[in-house]
């Protein structure tokens, strides 16, 4: 195994996330499949996605997580207006209302900012590429109220990788 990905893996396993979520530019089901060894990973097609094996792997996702609804696309664009155009995306599909939590793709620099009241993530990239300023992905902590089934407290943070 590829030491940048055994790192990711090893992150992912300390933190002991219970749901992944993959914004885009997966470029190989294999790393799905890695994934999917520590936690179910839900997943949307990047610009980077194409192909027969990409055909059926949806460009949107709305998720359910403890009664939070978590919206995921990977963006298109440039920096300057994304997470504009992220929300945007959601709003002209009439979802923007149903949704908490948007989490984004593409540029491929992470952030963890609030616009229009909703909480929009990018991860960043884990891996090096020409984009990513820095190396990162997010992790989301929730606090669960299982007698009621939905979250009490949520913290997302980043975490650089460094190579």
Do not use: W
Request: proline content about 3%; overall charge positive.
């Amino acid at each position: 195994m590829d030491d940048k990905l055994e790192k990711l893996i090893n992150i992912l396993k300390e933190n002991r996330v219970s749901l992944i979520i993959h914004a885009g530019d997966i470029t190989s089901l294999d790393l799905i499949q890695k994934l999917e060894t520590i936690a179910p990973v839900n997943f949307i097609q990047g610009n980077m996605d194409f192909g027969l094996k990409f055909k059926s792997v949806p460009k949107y996702l709305i998720i359910d997580y403890y009664n939070k609804k978590i919206g995921v696309y990977h963006g298109s664009g440039g920096s300057d207006g994304f997470k504009e155009r992220v929300y945007f995306f959601f709003q002209s599909k009439n979802l923007i209302n149903s949704i908490d939590i948007i989490i984004c793709g593409h540029i491929h620099n992470g952030f963890i900012e609030k616009y229009n009241e909703k909480l929009i993530i990018n991860p960043g990239s884990p891996f090096p590429n020409r984009f990513a300023k820095i190396n990162s992905i997010a992790i989301l902590k929730a606090e669960i109220d299982e007698s009621k089934n939905e979250i009490k407290n949520l913290n997302a943070n980043l975490i650089e990788l460094k190579y």
